[in-house]
């Protein structure tokens, strides 16, 4: 009985029930088959708001959304063109810096497709790069900035796992500039292969483009040194949640009274502050809806060893840290096709925390870990996210972008093996600008 | 089916504007603790010593934070407030001219005090003696328990790393205070009736001890209606990875399959917020100074009821043959 109700459940999943209800249900299931009063699950709700992070969630959220509805995506590109586009392949270049900023603040990779796809797509084009190129391109960097501060997964990651979020954070900066670096270096070479034609360089456009965009390019710097401070001069002033709130206001001043892209209240055709308000709200409404209903499951299953049981059935077949590494690898890049980062985080990270401290994996490793796999899931066929989302942007078979896609999986498969047995890459800039971290 | 729709139309007009109203006052309480912990408080700090020097006693200052580090705990007995970050009662940034006597019963900050009322507990070990923090939840008060308990007696998640992360962002500031008590001449505090001293009264009297707590639990309040309107525009996170092998008519009867479930998950978590408003109201405790707990809690039959009454409604608009909008509907991610 018990397995066919969480078989229905599992069905029910796949063909699309809203994963909170999917986890709910075994949540109910679990309890009451284990005779626990099931007012533990709204006890379990309850605790998230014990957590100090949690108030980032919907801060950054905002901040990111008013980033996407206001004007910001083409202000980025034209700083990063005017700056970049002299490279041979520069626009190559330009669309991952943008694509990889836009990331950052807005969390979830489709809405950098859309917002910046529309936008670069043509000007590649434009300047005579391949199509395939271009759409892979497109594709692949819609998930390219996640491991940068101040990510939403990271901080998603952080609160789940338990894991230093300042810690994360930092650690996140190597492997995401290596993922950069790679596609970099394949845009200059596709760049010089078809003799695209560079663009000059133009000090003074550049420092127009920098000028119209200063506001927007200070919000990392504002939050960054706001956290840590400057390395070597001053120590960090604010905590995580301030900085949220620092994000977000200053976001909300800027796009609403001093570029005026979005309105206090409905007025024409510019999105105004309660929409962006709204549409932010979905987002964080559907995640933590799932990270509330999934703590009585999680912990139910914490509480029965299930991650030990899981561990003593595959202690017999990998023995070692490099074979865990390789299995954990390949486990998570299913999990990434399958779910979005979001729900992956919260369902995955409780039941593997326990298995990879058994193997000795650093805590903050396996957070980058974890989300550069996730990333990389985004791209992965049959079912990763971002080939669904530029194929319906794009209007192309998706078949056509698993092809277009393929070359950039391959490389950021390589950053990625990098990534997972390079643990200084993740743990190197942690000592150096947190010393003091465990 | 048209009377329920209506229905839901209007309910989730209200519920939009809520929602908004809410992160607006997110965003101003937000805005006015980063304001008060890093201009005002300062301010305090600065005028509080801004009187004739007295005789400077930066052993025990330094002693005071020495004990509060990680390394020794449990030196730091009824410790409840962040390393001025927390808001507790006793001390904090209110009484900074006497900080010198802080060790026992340090409060937050350095002032002394009594444990803070709803100090945030980031950097407070769970060894640490008397520890009454957890997590700022505001039941600190004398620190009787020292468990890391949240305030319905369950033990608070991940207790553990948090607080060493808030703490040792902090250890760069708190040398920074602890060296220059340990420098100079330390400024006694203000003549009275002296601007100075009427900017100390007055900064404590702006102080909002409970804005940290009430900003989680907004967190989860706004979350609420955010997931109600993913549930009116079908945006909830799914998986979806077969429902496009189903025909038109399949999706119908899946639409009301998944909406059922989605209904009847939400109704029993109702039923189980429910529960909990009952104990808590059973057992009262004042979570802030103008509300117990179970209001806030309230939230959970309430969120998950209007969630169960929207699903409901896209189950029965599915059966009456509505085009479906639940898994087709739904988007990875709800970007």
């Known amino acids: 009985m018990s397995a066919l109700v969480v078989i229905g459940l599992i069905v029910l999943a796949l063909l699309g029930a809203p994963l909170f209800s999917v986890l709910g249900g075994m949540g109910i299931h679990n309890f009451a088959a284990s005779g626990t009063s099931l007012v533990v699950l709204s006890e379990e709700h309850y605790k998230l708001a014990t957590n100090p992070h949690l108030v980032t969630i919907p801060l950054f959220t905002l901040a990111g959304f008013l980033m996407a ?39 979830a990779s489709g809405v950098t497709i859309i917002a910046l796809g529309g936008l670069l797509h043509p000007i590649l084009i434009q300047e005579r790069y391949p199509e395939s190129f271009s759409l892979g391109l497109i594709t692949s960097s819609g998930s390219i900035g996640l491991l940068f501060p101040p990510s939403l997964p990271i901080i998603l990651y952080g609160i789940v796992a338990g894991t230093s979020i300042d810690d994360l954070f930092v650690a996140g900066i190597g492997p995401g500039l290596l993922f950069l670096v790679v596609l970099g270096a394949y845009s200059l070479w596709v760049g010089r292969a078809h003799k695209v034609a560079n663009t000059p360089f133009d000090a003074r456009e550049a420092v127009r483009a920098i000028w119209a965009a200063k506001w927007e390019l200070l919000v990392p710097v504002v939050v960054l040194v706001g956290i840590y401070g400057v390395p070597g001069l001053t120590v960090g002033l604010v905590t995580i949640g301030e900085a949220s709130a620092i994000c977000a206001i200053y976001l909300l001043v800027i796009e ?49 060893r299930v991650p030990m049981v899981i561990l003593d059935a595959i202690r017999g077949y990998i023995e070692s840290r490099f074979t865990f590494l390789i299995a954990l690898t390949i486990f998570l890049l299913i999990v990434g096709c399958l779910m979005d980062i979001f729900s992956a985080i919260i369902v995955v990270v409780p039941l593997i925390i326990p298995i990879s401290a058994e193997y000795g994996i650093h805590p903050v490793h396996l957070g980058i870990i974890f989300l550069a796999n996730l990333e990389l899931g ?61 | 089916m048209k009377f329920l729709r209506a229905v839901e139309d209007r309910l989730v007009r209200a519920e939009a504007a809520v929602a908004v109203t809410l992160v607006l006052v997110m965003l101003a309480l937000a805005g006015y603790g980063v304001v008060y912990r890093n201009i005002l408080v300062p301010l305090q700090k600065h005028w509080a010593h801004s009187g004739p020097p007295v005789e400077a006693e930066p ?80 039941d600190g008060g004398d620190g009787d328990d020292g468990e890391n308990k949240t305030d319905n007696g369950a033990p608070a998640a991940a207790p553990e790393d948090e607080p060493e992360d808030e703490q040792f962002a902090k250890l760069g500031r708190i040398d920074a205070v602890a060296k220059e008590a340990d420098d100079g001449p330390v400024g006694g505090p203000p003549p009275e009736g002296s601007f100075a001293a009427r900017m100390i009264v007055f900064i404590d009297a702006v102080k909002l001890p409970w804005i940290d707590v009430v900003l989680r639990q907004l967190v989860i309040l706004v979350a609420f209606f955010g997931a109600m309107m993913a549930t009116q525009r079908g945006k909830h996170i799914n998986i979806d990875a077969l429902s496009k092998l189903v025909g038109p008519r399949g999706l119908r009867w899946l639409a009301v399959a998944t909406n059922l479930l989605a209904a009847s998950v939400s109704a029993v978590f109702a039923r189980a917020g429910a529960g909990l408003v009952s104990i808590s109201r059973e057992h009262p405790h004042a979570l802030v100074p103008w509300a117990d707990e179970w209001v806030f809690q309230l939230m959970f039959p309430v969120g998950f009821g209007l969630l169960a009454f929207h699903f409901g409604v896209r189950c029965l608009g599915a059966l009456a043959g509505e085009t479906p909008t639940g898994p087709g509907a739904h988007t990875q991610g709800a970007a």
């Not at chain 1, 041979?88 to 969390?107: E, N, Q, Y």
């Not at chain 2, 006497?98 to 409060?107: I, K, L, M, N």
């Open chain 1, 69 to 107: 509805e206001s004007r910001a995506a083409s202000r980025l590109v034209r700083v990063s063109r005017a700056l970049l586009g002299w490279l041979p392949g520069g626009l190559g270049i330009v669309v991952i810096a943008s694509c990889a900023f836009f990331t950052t603040f807005t969390g």
């Open chain 1, 256 to 304: 609403v009274f001093v570029y005026r892209d979005i309105t206090l209240w409905k007025k024409d055709s510019r999105p105004d502050l309660p929409k962006v308000i709204r549409e932010s709200l979905v987002m964080v409404g559907a995640i933590m809806l799932i990270l509330g209903v999934a703590m009585g499951l999680t912990n139910f299953l914490i509480q029965e």
């Open chain 1, 378 to 438: 985004y791209l992965t066929p049959p079912v990763g996210m971002n080939l669904f989302i530029s194929s319906l942007a794009f209007g192309r078979p998706v078949v056509q972008l698993y092809r277009m896609t393929f070359p950039f999986l391959l490389m950021m498969l390589a950053a990625l093996l990098i990534i997972t047995f390079q643990e200084d890459l993740s743990l190197a800039t942690v000592r150096w600008l947190r010393p003091t971290a465990p």
């Open chain 2, 59 to 138: 052993a025990v200052v330094a002693e005071a934070a020495g004990q509060a580090t990680p390394e020794q705990p449990a030196a730091a007995d009824g410790f409840g407030g962040d390393w001025g970050e927390g808001a507790g009662d006793g001390g904090d940034e209110a009484e900074p001219a006497a900080a010198p006597a802080a060790a026992d019963g340090f409060g937050g900050d350095w002032g002394e005090g009594d444990g803070g009322d709803s100090a945030e507990p980031a950097a407070a070990p769970a060894a640490a003696d008397g520890f009454g923090g957890d997590w700022g939840e505001g």
